[in-house]
């Protein structure tokens, strides 16, 4: 759907919850790992027994407090924790332990880049809580029991709450790729879609002019999206619903006519759920069996030495350091650190980023993806890449021989000038050799001639064959184009 | 005295120097229990095989020559919101009837380490809430002194069972007074300590920025020896401070010189019995004859303190109960028609009357659009009550007054007037709001033979200094010599 021919303004805030990569609950001790059987990952704190008390989890404060700080957010020095009370059976206590109205970070952005351009969204606030348990209920319809199970009970969640800054299905997904490739890079959250580390609720509306004024529908609080893509078509999905259903009704936002909807993937539509005004009052305050939490000025210089570089640091210094095209600097970030890595390493020894980038998009890429492997285990390390591309550039060899010969460094322990000189391409070709040979071709080849005159470009092959034909297919490709379209303008 | 009417310091010195066993002690109070407690109703629980096993091996240990904890073969009873592992830990509630928790309450933890014998489980009023021990949902447990009147509450059962020389120690909680009104109705020593002195781990909550466990005794000295057994930092209880234990039996015979003694004059207004006024005016002359000046201190928000904690605590309340839902634990109903009628069928059934009370009372008070006009408020008027509290501890050691308006009143007398129940608290509550430390011990009886409670407080981490100046009367009187004939 193209964002630019619609006929309204679209303007979502997204509420995004992350699981911290702690190796222990938010209150206790017992482990975060997913996918245990049903009730084991449990203890009398995360189930809420009568008269134990929740400790507070140094290490998922610290995690919190570095997603904030790259998101650029101000961190509260001192903070507080709040019971949120409300009654659901997978919620042992009845009550979430959350943070009210002193959040521990606030006021922050992420900066994300569309085809529209770059533009900062702005983030209202970031702050902790305890994650709920899992209630699976009976589906044959013969009215069995419900199960609750509270191995995620108690699971420490950063909630990262948007502006409304968001206008695009592309501006939705790139904050959530941004978000995800941050928080896994500063090692917050794997943020995992599908095991629900990662979840996003869409508050969605729309503006447009309507009989000389400008109106705003109702807000709708989408979701049960389970991916990036599912949160850009429920927004995309739900604009175009919302400009029409004003068109039926002709009902504006108020302050109390906000709904909650759910995301119905396969059907690709919403489904409204129920009033806000008819929700829960949640009746919070503040959580008194934890203190509060002070951070001093040696804390906060902790964490933020504990970052490292960001991705919109690292493409910012690819474009600087490497001369490398937006484009690229974007897709080698977004493999993550220990590529950057690799292709650095590789980009310094070749002494050429733009060749080292190509390859590391494209061939080492392929053939991770091809062999599922990852790059820490790739056989074909930076040092033996970077002395590959070092002869591929001095002996000019085309990317068809290239590529034979780095498959052989992957699959052999011989090194890249072995490879290279076995498959005979230690060759260099003198520019006036290939010249005759390219006449050659052009004299014997009327008809080709005559076809590329006329406009055929396909033609050039068949000029092109024998001159590689003559150098056993070695030729490099680009230079015998070259030559053979100089020949072609002066014949 | 009869062995089991003795004190603790006393009982260890006849244990120490192989003139009685554990078990023979533990078998005394066991034939007080089964004498007295069909009449009194202390006790939710006494295991006797358990009691003796552990007195056994008390014993045992002794025989051995191995060290022996601090209250080695002491029986201490406690209130039935401690929990204890494996044991049914009830809060004298339907809705944990057969609760049996998993873990043992770090109070509970520090008496096995010490050696102490777990002497049953005590009466209260259901989950802590009230002033007479006639809110528990299995019995009323009657004053030692008068079995028509009550015990006070809600650490009623804990009080009445060392009054009536049940058990010689006990171990209650105090969230507005439930440990010194009770202390102060029977005629022993109650204390609260600051909040944060003692590990709430393992005391079910009522409310828990008030809660806190502290000693109930016949004298000062076990009183303190008690105190030191408990108090400390626990990393389960992050309240709890990370403070050191002062040794307060040591220094507990050392008299307080230019001791002053603040007397708000608001503790001695209308609603004072005057029997009970001359009684507590008569305990600061003894002061006054050991050197103690008196001075008088003003604590202006007094008046407010019932109000701020009927806020508080009740808000406090109604989320800390809200676990009790019938959906993982605890009482729920047999039959219901939806999950929404699960959770109100098996509250309805599983609490008690003050109980619902409380719970819609704090329910109400942070309730969107009430929040600003109760439960805000009521913090910022708590704040002002611990600025009284601090302005006063600047002029004078310890605040002294009645730990009541009046002394214990009769079974049934105010259970069908909730506020004038409410009341009788009116003097112990600003303490449980200012984290302060409270004291209440006996200082006289009324004509009709019932006890009379002074109640000393002291600012935060001052447990020492009211120790001590509680020793100072005591040295003076012999009050806590008195027990009573059951």
């Known amino acids: ?491 | 005295m009869e062995l089991h009417q003795r004190t603790v310091s006393e009982l260890l010195n006849e244990m120490e120097r192989g003139a009685l066993s554990a078990v023979e002690l533990a078998r005394s109070f066991l034939n007080t229990v089964k004498a007295h407690d069909g009449r009194v109703k202390a006790f939710l629980n006494v295991n006797e095989e358990s009691i003796l096993a552990q007195a056994q091996a008390v014993d045992a240990k002794r025989q051995r020559g191995e060290k022996l904890g601090r209250l080695a073969g002491i029986p201490v009873a406690l209130k039935d919101n401690l929990c204890l592992k494996g044991e049914v830990t009830t809060c004298a509630s339907k809705i944990l009837e057969r609760f049996k928790p998993p873990y043992t309450a770090h109070v509970v933890e520090r008496l096995q380490q010490e050696d102490a014998i777990l002497f049953g489980k005590c009466n209260l009023d259901e989950f802590a809430m009230g002033s007479s021990t006639e809110n528990s949902a299995y019995q009323i447990t009657s004053n030692p002194w008068n079995s028509e009147y009550t015990s006070g509450g809600s650490s009623g059962g804990s009080a009445a069972a060392v009054a009536a020389s049940m058990a010689p120690l006990a171990l209650g909680s105090d969230t507005g007074g439930s440990i010194r009104q009770p202390a102060g109705f029977c005629g022993i020593v109650g204390m609260k300590p600051t909040y944060g002195r003692v590990s709430r781990y393992g005391l079910v909550a009522f409310a828990s920025s008030l809660d806190q466990i502290g000693p109930l005794s016949h004298d000062i000295r076990d009183t303190a020896l008690l105190l030191e057994v408990i108090a400390g930092h626990d990393p389960r209880d992050t309240t709890s401070v990370n403070r050191p234990v002062p040794k307060y039996t040591a220094s507990l015979d050392d008299p307080i010189t230019g001791l002053t003694i603040g007397v708000p004059n608001e503790f001695f207004q209308k609603g004072l019995d005057p029997e009970v006024e001359q009684t507590v005016r008569t305990a600061l002359k003894v002061y006054e004859s050991c050197g103690a000046k008196l001075k008088p201190v003003s604590l202006p928000n007094t008046e407010y303190a019932v109000s701020v904690y009927y806020i508080v605590a009740t808000a406090e309340a109604s989320s800390n109960l809200a676990r009790y839902d019938g959906v993982h634990y605890g009482h729920r109903a047999k039959q219901f028609d939806s999950m929404i009628h699960m959770y109100s069928r098996s509250r309805g059934q599983g609490f008690g009357n003050e109980v619902q009370r409380r719970i819609m009372l704090g329910t109400y008070a942070l309730s969107s659009g009430y929040y600003d006009a109760y439960y805000k408020k009521a913090l910022q008027v708590r704040r002002l009550i611990k600025n009284d509290f601090d302005a006063a501890f600047s002029q004078c050691d310890v605040v002294m007054g009645p730990v009541t308006p009046t002394a214990a009143f009769k079974i049934g007398e105010k259970s069908s007037d909730p506020l004038s129940m409410y009341l009788s608290d009116i003097y112990t509550i600003s303490c449980n709001l200012a984290g302060i430390v409270g004291m209440s011990m006996n200082c006289g009886m009324t004509k009709s033979g019932l006890p009379i409670g002074l109640q000393i407080l002291g600012k935060e981490f001052d447990e020492e200094k009211v120790l001590r100046t509680g020793r100072m009367f005591e040295k003076e009187t012999g009050w806590h010599l008195k027990r009573p004939t059951l």
């Open chain 1, 1 to 491: 759907m193209s964002q630019t021919t619609a006929p309204y303004r679209l303007v979502v805030g997204l509420e995004v919850h992350v699981q911290l990569l702690t190796k222990s609950k938010l209150f206790c001790g017992c482990t975060t790992q997913f996918g245990l059987p049903p009730n084991t990952a449990t203890c009398p704190i995360c189930i809420g027994m009568p008269g134990v008390l929740p400790v507070m989890n140094r290490t998922a404060f610290e995690l919190g407090m570095k997603a904030a700080l790259a998101l650029n957010c101000n961190i509260a020095r001192h903070t507080k924790w709040d019971r949120k009370n409300y009654y659901y059976p997978d919620l042992p206590k009845n009550y979430q332990i959350s943070q009210y109205d002193q959040p521990m970070s606030y006021e922050g952005y992420l900066e994300i880049t569309t085809e529209a351009g770059t533009k900062k969204v702005g983030i209202i606030r970031a702050h902790l809580e305890e994650d709920a348990g899992k209630m699976m209920h009976d589906e044959s319809g013969r009215g069995k029991e419900s199960m609750v199970d509270l191995n995620r009970a108690g699971t420490p969640l950063l909630e990262i709450v948007s502006h409304p800054h968001i206008s695009s299905g592309d501006e939705v997904k790139a904050y959530l790729e941004e978000i995800r490739l941050l928080l896994r890079e500063i090692g917050v959250s794997d943020c995992e879609m599908q095991e629900g580390s990662l979840r996003v609720d869409a508050n969605v509306n729309v503006n447009f002019e309507h009989e000389g004024n400008t109106v705003a529908t109702p807000i709708v609080e989408v979701k049960n999206v389970n991916s990036i893509r599912a949160v850009e078509r429920a927004v995309q999905y739900e604009a175009q619903r919302q400009f029409d259903q004003f068109h039926v009704d002709h009902i504006v936002m108020n302050p109390t006519n906000k709904v909650t909807a759910k995301w119905i993937d396969d059907q690709g539509r919403t489904e409204v759920l129920r009033r806000k005004e008819e929700a829960a009052d949640y009746r919070y305050f503040p959580e008194p069996d934890l203190v509060t939490v002070e951070v001093d000025d040696a804390w906060l210089e902790r964490s933020k030495n504990s970052l490292g570089e960001l991705p919109s640091q690292k493409r910012e210094r690819y474009l600087k350091e490497y001369q490398l095209p937006a484009y690229d600097a974007k897709q080698l970030v977004l493999q993550g650190h220990a590529f950057c890595d690799y292709f650095e390493q590789t980009a310094k020894a070749v002494g050429d980023a733009k060749l080292a980038s190509n390859w590391c998009q494209n061939q080492v890429m392929q053939l991770m993806n091809d062999r599922g492997l990852e790059i820490k285990d790739f056989s074909v390390t930076s040092d033996r890449l970077a002395s590959l591309l070092v002869l591929i550039k001095k002996y000019n060899i085309n990317m068809a021989r290239s590529k034979d010969a780095f498959v052989q460094l992957l699959e052999t322990n011989d090194t890249a000038e072995a490879i290279i000189k076995k498959l005979g391409l230690d060759v260099t070709f003198d520019p006036a050799m290939l010249r005759d040979l390219v006449k050659k071709s052009i004299a014997g080849n009327a008809k080709a001639v005559a076809d590329v005159k006329a406009g055929k470009g396909k033609a050039i092959d068949a000029l092109m064959g024998p001159v590689m034909k003559e150098t056993k297919g070695k030729a490099p490709m680009d230079l015998v184009r070259q030559i053979l379209q100089e020949e072609l303008q002066s014949a």
